[in-house]
């Protein structure tokens, strides 16, 4: 588990969020406070509201009720926050590089600064030597490890993550859950990563938010917050790995579809 | 059936021309068709050559290329910069609708009128008449080509400050959007062709006064001249054209 400092300020402060479309509501009551370098999970059944929330927490779409803050701090080449996307929407008519850059730019940096500053995540997610190619000639999954160093790129205080691996094949997304785990140990950002996938939650995260509880008319919110507490290396084979899959299985429970029928 | 490679696609294509230049020879020869009414093919190297000592290709060509350049590039300006416009500002798009649905169905060539009263029977005349059937293609063009641009392209400007207007009509709206504008670019390009020669036909200087004169003249081997080298500058024109797209649009898989 990343070392996590209880008194450090929060960086991203959420109250009382509520969000939905026109009138209707589906997430009310949602707290979350995220210290740096925290990694919080947040799962929930599929149409619970996980991708809007995050949209909500970073202002992409406005909340229709409740306050996020995300202090922005004095450094005037750096960002707030950044996000990785589901799809890793590159830009396809700019080389890597220059994808990896878009968040520099109107940042107080060089343009030499700023290639370094682009090439800097590209190692460190193993693309360094694909900084001059075109997205296209990328397989998914390395569009997508350039989607995380565009993200890293910017310095963020708070690293949004929308369901990034969902659309890798299993091997993949394996690979690339491994990768995150030692990546997170290596930058400075929090992060908030939203995923259907509990074991993957459970895998990467110090604290996972489980959403549900929506009945009729009544909005979905948190049922519970649930510790991760387990040492990151070798996680997966822990004893108490499956256990914690498994409580959160049980908060989720088996889903609108199936408690309808 | 069997794929043609490329060459034998090009060696049979070259079959086809020159076998319709040899029937069409032969049946001037013969005398199936009238030798008043249509020129002999192997009189026209002669006859182009011709004009090209006395300097009137040159003269009329390079008349010509003025305004057709002038509209096509005032065409495309406006035509691209309405059309973007219009797909990125809501209020814009409402402001001219009714009016860009009320012009769009007028013919250039029914401005003609107008470009005379306006400019008078000059080349800025001719340039004027260019450019509006060049202008409507574009619009639509790059209308159509912003609109369709992936609205999550956007959310990644925004996510990464970049989302004030003019970064994302840089960084996203244009570049996403490129290879639609382009297109309208070359469509404009042979659009531009076709209306410089009726232009001219109210005598402004240019290929289609020549060509006026021709067949007042029944000198229809000079009307077949210029014909071709219309068709020989618009493959030149679309040929750059290609290859300057091909350049832009290179990432492109």
Redesign the interface.
């Known amino acids: 588990m990343a070392t996590v400092s209880v008194a450090a300020p929060a960086v991203l402060h959420a109250r009382d969020i509520s969000l939905g479309f026109g009138d209707d509501t589906i997430l009310a009551g949602v707290d979350l406070e995220v210290r740096p370098q925290e990694f919080v999970a947040v799962v929930g059944a599929s149409g619970v509201g996980k991708s809007t929330l995050l949209r909500a927490l970073?202002g992409?779409l406005p909340p229709q009720r409740g306050e996020v803050e995300i202090p922005r701090g004095e450094a005037t080449d750096t960002?707030a926050w950044?996000?990785v996307?589901q799809?890793p929407?590159l830009?396809?008519?700019?080389?890597v590089r220059a994808n990896v850059e878009?968040?520099l730019?109107?940042?107080a940096l060089s343009r030499a600064e700023r290639r370094r500053r682009a090439l800097e995540p590209l190692a460190l997610v193993g693309l360094e030597e694909f900084a001059e190619r075109?997205?296209?000639?990328l397989s998914g999954g390395q569009q997508q490890r350039v989607g995380i160093a565009?993200a890293l790129a910017?310095k963020p205080k708070v690293l949004f993550m929308d369901e990034p691996f969902s659309a890798l094949d299993a091997i993949t997304r394996r690979h690339l859950q491994g990768e995150l785990a030692d990546l997170r140990q290596r930058t400075e950002a929090a992060i908030v990563f939203v995923t259907h996938d509990i074991e993957e939650a459970v895998l990467l995260a110090d604290r996972v938010m489980v959403l549900g509880g929506k009945r009729g008319d009544t909005p979905a919110g948190v049922i519970d917050v649930v510790e991760v507490d387990l040492p990151l290396t070798a996680r997966r084979e822990h004893a108490e790995f499956a256990n914690r899959v498994q409580a959160i299985e049980h908060l989720i429970g088996p889903g609108p579809a199936a408690a309808a029928t | 059936m069997k794929p043609l490679t490329r060459s034998r696609r090009s060696l049979i294509s070259a079959q086809g021309l020159v076998g319709f230049l040899i029937l069409w020879e032969v049946s001037l020869r013969a005398g199936l068709l009238p030798g008043s009414l249509v020129p002999l093919p192997s009189s026209i190297p002669g006859v182009l050559w011709a004009e090209l000592i006395d300097g009137i290709w040159f003269e009329v060509v390079l008349s010509s290329l003025s305004h057709y350049s002038v509209g096509v590039a005032l065409g495309s300006l406006l035509g691209i910069s309405v059309g973007v416009a219009a797909a990125l500002v809501p209020r814009f798009d409402a402001l001219h609708a009714w009016l860009a649905r009320l012009l769009r169905p007028i013919p250039p060539l029914a401005w003609i009128p107008f470009a005379i009263i306006w400019f008078g029977v000059n080349p800025s005349a001719a340039a004027f008449i260019i450019s509006i059937g060049v202008f409507w293609i574009n619009y639509f063009a790059s209308y159509s080509a912003v609109r369709a641009v992936d609205p999550g392209y956007n959310e990644v400007a925004i996510a990464f400050g970049q989302g004030h207007f003019l970064a994302r009509l840089t960084k996203v709206s244009l570049p996403a959007a490129a290879p639609g504008i382009l297109g309208g670019l070359r469509a404009g390009l042979g659009q531009g062709w076709m209306t410089v020669v009726a232009a001219e036909l109210f005598g402004i200087p240019g290929i289609g006064q020549r060509m006026m004169e021709a067949s007042g003249l029944l000198a229809t081997d000079i009307v077949v001249v210029y014909m071709l080298t219309i068709a020989g500058l618009y493959a030149l024109f679309d040929f750059i054209f290609m290859a300057i797209q091909r350049r832009i649009l290179r990432w492109q898989p």
């Open positions: 970073t992409l960002r950044s996000m996307f799809a929407r830009f396809p008519w700019r080389r878009l968040g730019e109107g940042l075109w997205p296209s000639t565009r910017v």
